[in-house]
């Protein structure tokens, strides 16, 4: 999969591009991570990509022409298949989506900032709008940060035991079952006696009941609704 995130601020994503499992994904060539700086593609030679808001009011406007002129060089490598903005008013994050995303070849991510993006950007170029969540952050950069996490840990090989992903929370409907490492006894806190018999089957249906459990209590909401 390859992942193009447009940005102002590049080295905001610089360590969530060298750490952990997705520095992993791209080591192993699983996904080709490339961050743009959106000022390279601006055309005076300040390199500004912001103006004030036509009509007026506090707070400047990431301007069309750098991304659109980003857009298009990429465009002429290859083929996407989504170019996603994030915002806050765009349709919400989840687990559905993120599996869903995590099936398309090639993917462009835009980061806002400050007020925005010019909105003939989101009439004309963009596939889908993405938000993380109802509450306003500074730039797209955390955002987009969190929805390629998300989706490079479904790719196929990514994650050293395909099946942990399967097991996360949300994947079934259901929030995962607690887990717990050594030691087994920490100051009288102790493990459940099932997760030390060595039974595998009993184990994997305590684990299922503890989801069960758990996802009637936290998320109501999730219950018998199948995958999110
Ligand atoms: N004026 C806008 C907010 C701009 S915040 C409004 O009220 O809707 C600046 C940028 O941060 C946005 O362009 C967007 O790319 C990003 N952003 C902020 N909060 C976000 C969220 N909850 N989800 C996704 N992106 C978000």
């Known amino acids: 999969m390859r992942i193009d995130i447009v940005t102002v601020l590049p080295s905001l994503l610089d360590s969530f591009l060298h750490h952990s499992i997705v520095q992993r994904a791209q080591d192993k060539k699983l996904v080709d991570l490339k961050i743009h700086n959106l000022r390279d593609y601006s055309v005076n030679k300040h390199k500004t990509v912001d103006d004030y808001a036509f009509g007026g009011g506090a707070g400047m406007v990431l301007m069309i022409e750098p991304i659109v002129n980003c857009l298009e060089h990429l465009k002429k490598e290859r083929k996407y298949q989504e170019i996603v903005y994030m915002s806050p008013d765009g349709k919400s994050f989840n687990q559905a989506m993120a599996n869903e995303l995590s099936l398309v070849e090639n993917m462009i991510i835009i980061c806002g900032h400050y007020k925005g993006i010019d909105e003939r950007i989101r009439e004309h170029f963009i596939t889908r709008e993405i938000s993380i969540g109802d509450y306003v ?83 109501p909401d999730k219950e018998n609704k199948g995958s999110n």
């Open 137 to 219: 952050l500074s730039g797209g950069e955390l955002p987009a940060a969190v929805l390629s996490d998300a989706v490079i840990r479904l790719l196929p090989g990514v994650l050293s035991n395909e099946s942990s992903a399967l097991s996360d929370s949300f994947q079934d409907g259901l929030v995962a079952a607690p887990v717990y490492t050594r030691p087994a006894d920490f100051r009288g806190m102790e493990v459940p006696k099932i997760l030390l018999s060595g039974h595998e089957k009993e184990i994997d249906k305590w684990r299922f009941e503890q989801s069960i459990k758990r996802t009637e209590q936290r998320r």
